[in-house]
């Protein structure tokens, strides 16, 4: 992610070049719906034990290939390891019932579905239909342009803040350490409500967590039993009328509020 052109001043004839580096890793990234579970990045480089890595307290996982892309191979590993692992430990700090889908584009890299399913079988994927990654994947909506876009600025903080007066020694000193550690903190970065902007495209709104700082009219949020009669006094057809009084009539008598209950005939 480093600058691949420059400006010369107005007097200068030409200004100095250097080549590109070539070096270049693949970060997977994945999230939930609402954002408030950010799993680690899983980072794919070409060394199998960097020397950088030495001594060191990896923050995000490092797998590596022959050329530092993702493998239907390396996805199917991280799925089991790591995905299941880290989604099972969070339902479980909510409560919640160990039960989730991973969605994901429909890449060679990724697998088949039937084998991205974990043993009971409570946590399996689905793939997103083909040509459709830029218009409604959560992840390319702005989630990875975001955060290639801090660990941009983060590295080129780094390299300007050198003491080195050479920028050419100053690329070279930038280690794949260095992009691990520039990496999680752009990630870190990313805050839930960019993250479940991005998933709009694929959830509802209505499945939107609602804001607390949101302003509504008194007929958004009302008890269930004035909901009822609000109902009944609508111009409805007869299936229609029975279809949501049965609806409402399976909630029994708790007091629930509805938010952006819309009916439309």
């Known amino acids: 992610m480093l600058p691949d052109r420059t400006l010369a001043h107005i007097k200068e004839k030409s200004a100095p070049d250097r080549k590109m580096c070539k070096e270049r890793i693949t970060f997977l990234v994945c999230t939930?719906?609402?954002g408030s579970h950010k799993l680690n990045l899983l980072v794919i480089g070409k060394p199998k034990n960097p020397r950088s890595f030495e001594n060191v307290q990896i923050p995000l996982e490092y797998k590596s290939t022959k050329n530092s892309w993702m493998t239907?191979?390396?996805?199917?590993?991280?799925?089991?390891?790591?995905?299941?692992?880290?989604?099972?430990?969070?339902?479980?700090?909510?409560?919640?019932?160990?039960?989730?889908?991973?969605?994901?584009?429909?890449?060679?890299?990724?697998?088949?579905?039937?084998?991205?399913?974990?043993?009971?079988?409570?946590?399996?994927?689905?793939?997103?239909?083909?040509?459709?990654?830029?218009?409604?994947?959560?992840?390319?909506?702005?989630?990875?342009?975001?955060?290639?876009m801090h660990y941009r600025n983060s590295i080129l903080a780094t390299i300007i803040s050198s003491d080195e007066q050479d920028i050419t020694k100053r690329l070279k000193s930038v280690t794949l350490k260095d992009a691990m550690f520039i990496l999680n903190d752009a990630w870190s970065k990313?805050?839930?409500?960019?993250?479940?902007?991005?998933?709009?495209?694929?959830?509802?709104?209505?499945t939107q967590a609602v804001s607390s700082d949101t302003e509504y009219d008194s007929d958004d949020l009302m008890p269930l039993s004035v909901l009822k009669e609000k109902i009944g006094q609508q111009n409805l057809t007869d299936n229609i009328q029975d279809n949501i009084s049965g609806r409402l009539n399976q909630l029994g008598g708790k007091e629930t509020s509805f938010t952006h209950l819309d009916v439309n005939q």
């Not at 919640?96 to 429909?106: S, T, Y």
């Not at 990313?190 to 709104?205: A, D, F």
């Open 72 to 148: 239907s191979a390396l996805f199917k590993q991280w799925f089991h390891e790591s995905f299941v692992k880290q989604v099972k430990t969070f339902l479980r700090s909510r409560n919640l019932e160990e039960r989730a889908l991973l969605i994901v584009d429909n890449a060679p890299s990724h697998a088949t579905k039937e084998e991205l399913v974990n043993e009971d079988g409570n946590i399996v994927t689905m793939f997103l239909p083909p040509n459709c990654t830029a218009l409604i994947q959560p992840m390319d909506q702005n989630v990875i342009r975001l955060t290639k």
């Open 32 to 34: 939930n719906g609402d």
């Open 190 to 206: 990313i805050p839930s409500k960019t993250i479940e902007k991005c998933w709009r495209n694929i959830l509802s709104k209505t």
